[in-house]
């Protein structure tokens, strides 16, 4: 989505309306977005690379107020947890996994400001928090873990 990607969408749809019930259909098959979004209270993530069916079902399940994945991302969440990798993408909030995918993907201060419509203080403020619960002592850090777990592609 151009100017706001899915999961910032989601979070200031659902400050505004909680009742609402959002399914996210995404080109990413990440897990660690999904995840996110989950935790921001979409109920259901659907990947435009699965079966047709997918979409269809999720729409059935989230109306019968249960949530929802595409069985590609259900399986490598299931498997992050099998295997023991701890994501510590998993401590960021939605907010903070927000601003830390823009800045990743190279989006200077400013304009993650400009586009989360927040402060450039704000943002540094997240920016040192996410450095923080990270460990990450430079951008190149905080970019090698966004590549290490999916969020941007090297």
Do not use: C, W
Request: cysteine-free; charged content about 25%.
């Amino acid at each position: 989505m151009p100017g706001m990607g899915g999961l910032e969408s989601a979070r200031r749809i659902l400050g505004r309306y909680p009742a609402v019930k959002i399914i996210i259909f995404s080109m990413h098959d990440n897990a660690t977005f999904a995840a996110q979004v989950l935790k921001a209270g979409v109920k259901g993530y659907v990947t435009k690379t699965g079966a047709d069916s997918d979409l269809l079902k999720a729409i059935h399940e989230v109306a019968k107020g249960k949530s929802y994945l595409s069985p590609e991302v259900a399986q490598k969440i299931a498997l992050e947890s099998m295997v023991g990798d701890e994501n510590p993408l998993k401590m960021l909030s939605a907010r903070e996994f927000e601003v830390f995918r823009l800045l990743t993907e190279g989006v200077s201060v400013e304009a993650v400001g400009e586009r989360l419509k927040i402060s450039q203080k704000t943002v540094s403020n997240y920016y040192t928090m996410i450095k923080q619960k990270l460990g990450a002592n430079s951008p190149i850090e905080m970019v090698r873990i966004a590549i290490r777990y999916g969020v941007i592609d090297s």
